[in-house]
């Protein structure tokens, strides 16, 4: 039985510290799950189910939203489900804040996600990025992460 605090009858911070550690664990698992399984093909017919049209009652479904002050993956709709906004397909209704943390997943260093936050880069913007503007408006020098970008951005293009 877990350790608990005595004078609130709660657990103690080293069985909670066990615990977090063991849903981070899970969570990592859960990610690079649901990251092979989005690498499967879809047919073109499926698209529509998940982007639909602006406007659809299947659109007002909200994209995942991350959480102010949380260091790491998490995402406000990680407590309903595994999907962060590494896994999710960028589009054009996110918002800055969603294009930060997507970018953030991508691997770029905090200062790349401010420069995208400070130059208003929201979903619509995102997808109509160049490798130029990367390196030359936001700041991505990294080679390997400007194709990493770029390659991410054209497959959901291609949709």
Known sequence: MAAMNSDQGRPSLDVQH?????LQDELAKLSALL?????????RSSLS?????????SSKISSPTPVAGVVGTATAS????????????????WTVEMVAEWVRQKGASEDIVKSFVEQEVDGTVLL?????????????????LRRKLIMAIEKVRAF
């Open 128 to 144: 109509s990025l160049s490798a130029d503007d990367l390196k030359n408006e936001l700041g991505v020098v990294s080679f390997g």
């Open 35 to 43: 990251a092979d399984v989005q690498a499967l093909p879809i047919p």
């Open 78 to 93: 990680d407590s309903q489900s595994s999907i962060s906004s590494d896994s999710a397909a960028p589009n054009s209704d």
């Open 49 to 57: 189910a998940i982007n639909p049209p602006p406007g659809t009652a």
């Open 18 to 22: 066990e615990e977090l550690r063991a």
